[in-house]
Nanobody, 126 residues
Framework: QVQLVESGGGLVQAGGSLRLSCAAS????????MGWFRQAPGKDREFVAA????????YYTDSVKGRFTISRSNAKNTLSLQMNSLKPEDTGLYYC???????????????????WGQGTQVTVSS
């Protein structure tokens, strides 16, 4: 079992920055692909970013490319999401998720993620 706890959310003005963190416990996440998802009010949860086990490859949804950076520390069992140039449409509940290493490279597919955190709220005011 893997327990995930997000932190770092808050209220920020458009153009500002936030850094989200996800702390994993229970077992090491070294071999897991890690991802961030978000859910805006009244909308489905959507993929934001993912990073493979060694940090060697990262994936982003188009709307955050160039603004968000996902990173991980296997030594500290943590995942981060640096969010710059925030926009009101980035508002939502941000979830950290983990999936075992799979041959399926559909990193945006929610159903492949086995473990989820409770989420941290990000609100971007205009």
């Amino acid at each position: 079992q893997v327990q995930l706890v997000e932190s770092g959310g808050g209220l920020v003005q458009a153009g500002g920055s936030l850094r989200l963190s996800c702390a994993a416990s229970g077992r090491t996440i070294t071999l897991y692909t890690m991802g961030w998802f978000r859910q805006a009010p009244g909308k489905d949860r959507e993929f934001v970013a993912a990073v493979i086990w060694n940090g060697g490859s990262t994936y982003y949804t188009d709307s955050v490319k160039g603004r968000f950076t996902i990173s991980r520390s296997n030594a500290k069992n943590t995942l981060s999401l640096q969010m710059n140039s925030l926009k009101p449409e980035d508002t939502g509940l941000y979830y950290c998720a983990a999936r075992p290493p799979l041959s399926d490279t559909a990193y945006a597919r929610e159903s492949l993620y086995q473990y989820w955190g409770q989420g941290t709220q990000v609100t971007v005011s205009s």
